[in-house]
C-alpha cells in the first residue's frame, strides 16, 4: 500500500518534470518569429497608416519617423515603457496608444527585427 503511494507521487513527479522540459525544449526560435508576426501584425493595424513600418518605403505621414529609423534615436527597449503607458510623442497627429504586456513585448521584438542599424548603447 504505501509503495503504490510512493509510486503515485514518483510518476507524477516525473510527469511534471516531462511537462517542464517539453515547454523549455519548445525551440525558441519559433516562440521569437510568432512574436515578431505579432508585433508585426499590430504595428500593421495600429500604426502603418502614418509610419513606415517595413524595411524600406517611406511614412504616410512625412513627419512620422519609419520605424527602421527608430534605434538611432533611443534604444527600442526604451520604448516598451511608453508603449505600456501610453505614447505622447508631443505630437497632435499621433494618437495615444496603451498596450497590454503581451502586445509591448510583441512590438519591441518587432521593432528590433527591422533596425536598419544597432540600437545605440545607453548613456554613451
Ligand atoms: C495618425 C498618425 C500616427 C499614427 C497612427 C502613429 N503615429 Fe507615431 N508618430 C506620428 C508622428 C507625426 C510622429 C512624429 C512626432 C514628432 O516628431 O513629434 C510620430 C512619432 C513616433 C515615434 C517617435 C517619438 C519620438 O519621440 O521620437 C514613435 C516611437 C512612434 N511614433 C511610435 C508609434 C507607434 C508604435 C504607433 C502605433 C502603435 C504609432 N506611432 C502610430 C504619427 C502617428
Known sequence: MRD???FGRL??????I?????VAALPAAAAEKDLTDKGRMLVE????RCHAIGKEGASAH???????????RYPIDDLAESLA??????????PIFVFGPTDV???ITYLKSIQDQPAPKPSE
Open 85 to 94: 503607458e501610453g505614447i505622447v510623442s508631443g505630437h497632435p497627429d499621433m
Open 105 to 107: 513585448e510583441a512590438i
Open 11 to 16: 510518476w507524477e513527479a516525473g510527469a511534471l
Open 4 to 6: 503504490r503511494i510512493a
Open 62 to 72: 512625412p513627419e512620422a519617423p519609419p520605424f527602421r529609423t527608430l534605434s538611432s
Open 18 to 22: 516531462m511537462l517542464g522540459l517539453g
Open 45 to 48: 493595424k495600429n500604426c502603418a
